[in-house]
């Protein structure tokens, strides 16, 4: 993609991202070593930039602000678009673009009195950001998931994985392990996630802007900013709607000990 050219239309956009997003999955599906070295263009394209605005301000997340007071379904007018898209990509290319804390805000969980889920809503610009690295970041790891994941996936709900149960209730399959990561996202590592992503992930303009994001802190209904040690508030980069998250279920015809006791040391390692 020419990198230089003015802001596409949606439509043509959109044409040209999914076109790039094939070649990228592609690219890490034929060889799954592959390592992508060359991606921070792309995240700040106009085109992926534009993408990444429509989902941004179209998702119900977009009528809410985050700590910059930002409504981003109400920057609308096509002047204002372009503008604001044109800031964020300067402010990317000349490495000045911070993102700023995400705005705390406490959910009760359903089913659950007393407790709350914590989600963290970042600033316009910062979901802006988010969405592109998202468009870019997504079909490379999408080759790397199995067929039995569906957590936070497109086109994936946990309601496909309540069907693949039923499917194989059906055919002699007599047990279903589930298990939930407790405080899965306030306590994930940050060296452990990026280590991670260092396997796929060359570009250190890239990997700034993830550390960048998992360390920018979060800001209480009081006002007061906490730093972020570990953990990723849901909201932002994992969960654009902020969905809540839901557990994968793997069926398996029996679970003798050895079964049991590795699945339960390979959640430990995702933890």
């Known amino acids: 993609m020419n990198t230089s050219e003015p802001v596409p239309g949606l439509y043509e956009a959109g044409r040209r991202v999914r076109l790039m997003q094939a070649k990228l999955h592609r690219w890490a599906a034929g060889d799954p070593g592959c390592r992508f070295d060359d991606l921070f263009n792309l995240v ?36 204002d678009v372009t503008a604001f898209l044109a800031d964020a990509r300067q402010q990317l290319r000349a490495g000045t673009f911070t993102p700023l804390p995400v705005r705390e805000r406490l959910i009760p969980k359903p089913g659950k009195r ?27 790891f999408e080759a790397d998931f199995k067929p039995v994941s569906y957590g936070f996936r497109p086109r994936r709900r946990a309601q496909d994985a309540i069907a693949e149960i039923h499917h194989f209730g059906t055919r002699g399959y007599t047990w279903v392990f589930e298990a939930d990561i407790k405080a899965c996202f306030g306590e994930l590592s940050h060296c452990a996630i990026l280590e991670r992503v260092r396997k796929r992930i060359g570009d250190k303009r890239v990997l700034a802007l993830i550390k960048a994001f998992l360390k920018a802190g979060v800001m209480s209904a ?42 339960m040391l390979a959640l430990e390692h995702c933890a």
């Open 44 to 79: 700040c394209d106009p085109g992926f930039l534009t993408v990444a605005w429509d989902r941004v301000r179209s998702n119900k997340g977009g009528r809410t602000p985050g700590v910059d007071r930002v409504i981003p379904s109400f920057i609308s007018d096509e002047a």
């Open 114 to 140: 007393g407790e709350f889920r914590r989600l963290g809503i970042p600033s316009a610009m910062d979901r802006l950001v988010q969405a592109s690295l998202v468009l870019v970041l997504e079909p490379i």
């Open 222 to 263: 009081g006002g007061q900013v906490r730093d972020s040690v570990t953990g990723t508030p849901q909201g932002g980069l994992c969960s654009a709607e902020h969905n809540p998250p839901y557990e994968q279920c793997r069926v398996m015809r029996s679970a003798g000990l050895l079964a049991l006791v590795t699945a």
